[in-house]
Each structure stands twice: as C-alpha cells, then as structure tokens.
C-alpha cells in the first residue's frame, strides 16, 4: 500500500474539496452533512497515518513499540464506538452507561459491551484474538522467565499489521462510519437525505466502504450496562 500517496490524496484533494463545499454552503442542516462528512474523512486520514507508523515499527523491529501502540488504538477506537453509540441512545431517550464507567472499562470490557450493539461475530471473535495475544506479549514482556526474543517472536508473527488493520481495525471505523451517519439523521431528520446520499455514495466510493450493508451488523435497540 503507498501510504505517501493515500494520505497525500486525502490532504491534497479530498478533504479540500469537501472543506469547499461546507464553506459554500448556506442551509445549516446540509452544512452539517458536510461536517459529517469530513469527520469521517479526517478520522480515516488519520487511520492512515497511524497504520503507516505502526508499520514503520513493525518493519524496524521495534515490536514493543509496535504493540503497546496498536493496543492503544484498538482500545481507543473500541471505546470512541461505544460512546457514539451512547450518543445515538441518548437522543433516542434510551438509558446510557456513565462516562467514568467507560473510561475505567479494560479492552475486554469494552469488546463485551461493544458486541451488544455490533452483530458481527466475526470481528468480534478476531478482537478478542487479538486482545488476548497482546495481553500476553505485554505480559510475558516483564516476565523474568520468559526471554525477550519470545516476546519479540509471539507479536512478530500473530500481531502482523495488514491482518490486524484488515480484520479489525478497518471493521471498526466503517461501523463508526455508519453510527456517524445514523447521528446525523437523529439530529436533522431525513430532510437532507438527498445531498446526504450522495455524499455518502462518495465516501463509499473514495474510502472503499459500504454503509448500508454495514449497519445490518448493528443492533441500534440494544441495552448496555456495566
């Protein structure tokens, strides 16, 4: 993957030209779809330049950089999930867990409650996978018992960057695309449905994701407590 390429496109032409177009408009609602919009432009630009530096890592053999920093992404973008969610639960008056519940919550925690509203069990069986193999590798890293070279080895091959990025940490985000998507249409009803379908149509084409079939895997009834 050119990651220099990508991520020029993304700041050179993409998010510019929706920056234009917000800029432009004058009806709030659709201004706002455009917001929407470069919100998730900008968070998949930003995936991008993350993947790009945790590959960096991968391929210098840093690989306790490398898994703390996936870890924390994996955590983050789990936990960003969960809240956006709560989000869409609040408008719809539905009970919604705590804050500080959320920010105390442990990955595993956090992929329990993830998996209440995200109907996939396939990403799900692969976050679990892969919050195990990192809580091992961190652990057995300050494991007097256990040589550093096993360490390295166990992230080196069960933690490969273009598998976890496939299987998880893309998943992610386009679930994210879809709770956005559904906000929006909380807020501002289905009166600019029209433009918003068509920027949707052009997210899915320039960040290669599907929406609609997307939100089937997503439970917007679903209860959550801690």
């Not at 018992?145 to 360490?151: A, D, I, K, L, Y």
């Amino acid at each position: 993957m050119d990651f220099e390429k990508l991520i020029s496109g993304y700041k050179k032409e993409i998010i510019p030209q929706f920056e234009m177009l917000r800029e432009k408009e004058t009806n709030p609602q659709q201004r706002e779809t455009f917001e929407q919009a470069l919100t998730i432009l900008k968070t998949n630009l930003r995936s991008l330049e993350i993947q790009k530096r945790l590959l960096d890592l991968y391929i210098n053999e840093e690989y306790f950089g490398y898994v703390c920093f996936l870890s924390q992404l994996v955590e983050y973008k789990t936990r960003e999930s969960i809240v956006q969610y709560q989000e869409i639960r609040a408008l719809l008056e539905r009970p919604v867990v705590s804050e500080g519940d959320l920010k105390r919550a442990t990955l595993g925690s956090l992929i329990s409650k993830y998996k209440e509203f995200i109907k996939d069990e396939g990403l799900i069986e692969k976050m679990k996978s892969f919050n195990k193999q990192r809580r091992s590798a961190i652990h057995n890293l300050f494991d007097p018992t256990v040589t550093v070279e096993r360490v390295e080895s166990e992230i080196k091959n069960g933690l490969i960057p273009n598998t976890v990025y496939g299987e998880i940490i893309n998943p992610i985000t386009e679930y994210e695309t879809v709770l956005l998507v559904e906000l929006n249409k909380l807020k501002h009803g289905e009166q600019v449905s029209g433009l918003q379908g068509k920027v949707l149509r052009y997210l899915e084409t320039s960040c290669g994701i599907n929406i609609a079939e997307s939100r089937k895997n997503v439970d917007f009834t679903a209860d959550m407590t801690f």
